[in-house]
């Protein structure tokens, strides 16, 4: 499934290290908590503030460290192929260890991690088996992988890439894919994973009190988690 086949922005549209390396300074400035950070706050487990040993694949800025913490997580490194993302990811301090780096081929160490994380990137991944697979050589037996994405349903209907404004003042996209929630169901389970809890989000009250112009995609799902277990 092709995005060109729903877009209905038409804005031109660069790679992700050219549209983050632009996007960095005004990142978390745009970025809604209300599409990760909620559903991370709604999920029952991991039991985060056990965690020993995080990785965060397509870290950015920082956001989900900054929230991991909050929640206990002793020790969290993060990798992102953009280096002006992993700037402000070191200046925020909360990562031990930042790489510069593919999340399908991070080149660190396997089974050294409880727990994953990966909020808002798979839309930049053309494939799905390559994060998973990568996780999964990164986890130690009984890890969890925590995954957030933008809900397919809501990219097809809006025909939204993500997207940002750039500093001529022009809207620019970086390349989306799609991937749907079955997509993420046999990715995940092809790999050895067992779903241990799922959470959508809709376009409810508080997203329309930070983007009252989506008044129209009212009760839409917008974002999704999954919290995959490695068997022990
Ligand atoms: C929407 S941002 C999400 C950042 C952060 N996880 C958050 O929730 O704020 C997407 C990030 O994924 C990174 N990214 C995209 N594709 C990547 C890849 N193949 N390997 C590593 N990082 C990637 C981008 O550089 C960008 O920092």
């Given at each position: 499934m092709q995005f060109s086949e729903f877009d209905s922005r038409r804005y031109r549209t660069v790679d992700v290290r050219t549209g983050y390396s632009e996007?960095?300074?005004?990142?978390?400035?745009?970025?809604q908590d209300a599409m990760d950070?909620?559903?991370?706050?709604?999920?029952?487990?991991?039991?985060?503030?056990?965690?020993?040993r995080a990785i965060d694949l397509g870290c950015g800025t920082g956001r989900t460290a900054a929230w991991l913490t909050k929640r206990g997580v002793a020790s969290i490194d993060g990798v992102d192929l953009t280096p002006e993302m992993l700037a402000t990811a070191r200046a925020s301090g909360f990562y031990a260890n930042l790489v510069e780096g593919d999340v399908c081929s991070t080149g660190l160490e396997a089974g050294a991690y409880d727990l994953l994380t990966a909020c808002l990137i798979?839309?930049?991944?053309?494939?799905?088996?390559?994060?998973?697979?990568?996780?999964?050589?990164?986890?130690?037996?009984?890890?969890?992988?925590v995954l957030v994405t933008l809900h397919p349903q809501f990219i097809i209907a809006t025909g939204m890439p993500t997207h940002f404004t750039a500093r001529s003042g022009d809207p620019v996209a970086i390349a989306?894919?799609?991937?749907?929630?079955?997509?993420?169901?046999?990715?995940?389970?092809?790999?050895?994973?067992?779903l241990a809890e799922m959470r959508e989000g809709t376009v409810n009250e508080s997203w329309l009190a930070v983007k009252p112009k989506w008044r129209r995609f009212r009760g839409y799902p917008v974002s999704a988690a999954y919290t995959w277990r490695k068997p022990g």
């Open positions: 996007w960095a300074p005004t990142y978390e400035q745009t970025v950070i909620a559903l991370l706050d709604r999920l029952t487990g991991p039991s985060w503030s056990r965690a020993r798979d839309e930049h991944l053309p494939e799905l088996g390559p994060l998973y697979r990568e996780a999964w050589r990164l986890g130690e037996p009984d890890a969890s992988f989306t894919h799609i991937h749907l929630i079955s997509d993420h169901v046999e990715a995940g389970t092809a790999t050895g994973w067992t």
